[in-house]
């Protein structure tokens, strides 16, 4: 039997590490592709390539960029998407001051201090109870340096230039499941409850202990989750 076609979307300087436990243990349900999401500076033209490159029709996950990515995704070629999964996200267009702290970044970067994800950012990544977890900072950290700086770059400018998602979101009308880390501070709750309000027939999965990895901070509750979402 054919296996359903899962692509998975990483979010800002993550790689196919953020999703190692999914492909561990639902590749039995799912035949699974990561998505290469560096080569690109505007949400269109990072939509547009995955599809070039994905299966011709399949179940889409994305964690925060990643999700955006899915939005848009969703905005050129519903009809390819069969399940949906939106994890540490948000619908949000990017606000001002959110626009103008990514401007930072990029002349940080611009200016030779690109260190990837360091430990004063690790707070904002990941529950605070993990910050001493060696096994996960260094994944974290891994997959920064795997992106650099110059990835780095596109992927600021690309989250900048995304729309809001509500108008797409609304009109879907497959199986939908949003997963919220309960200490995600970077995308909050009441942004996955607005989105999953706007899904008709979605669920709300809250992930608890959980920051905004949850893929990698609490595997076994988000592939529990998406397994579940897959079957359903």
Not at 143 to 172: P, W, Y
Not at 195 to 215: F, N, Y
Not at 216 to 222: C, D, F, G, M
């Amino acid at each position: 039997m054919n296996k359903t076609p899962l692509l998975l979307l990483p979010g800002l300087l993550c790689d196919k590490i953020l999703w190692s436990h999914q492909i561990d243990t639902l590749s039995d349900l799912v035949d699974i592709s990561v998505a290469d999401l560096t080569r690109d500076d505007t949400i269109e033209a990072m939509a547009a390539r995955t599809l070039s490159e994905a299966p011709e029709t399949f179940a889409l996950a994305g964690l925060s960029m990643g999700g955006y990515v899915a939005q848009e995704i969703l905005r050129q070629a519903p009809e390819r998407v069969t399940r949906l999964a939106l994890i540490d996200t948000s619908a949000l267009a990017d606000s001002d001051e959110q626009r103008e702290r990514r401007t930072g970044f990029i002349g940080q970067v611009q200016e030779g201090k690109f260190k990837g994800v360091t430990a004063r950012l690790l707070p904002m990544l990941i529950h605070q109870d993990r910050l001493n977890d060696k096994v996960l900072t260094s994944q974290i950290i891994t997959m920064a340096e795997n992106i650099g700086k110059d990835a780095f770059i596109r992927q600021q400018h690309t989250i900048m230039s995304r729309k809001d998602g509500f108008d797409v979101l609304a009109r879907v009308k497959f199986p939908t499941v949003v997963i919220c880390g309960r200490q995600d501070t970077l995308t909050p709750l009441e942004q996955h409850r607005a989105i999953a309000d706007a899904v008709t027939g979605s669920v709300l999965v809250i992930i608890e202990d959980s920051g905004h990895l949850a893929p990698l901070e609490q595997p076994h509750a988000v592939s529990a989750a998406m397994r579940y979402w897959l079957q359903v």
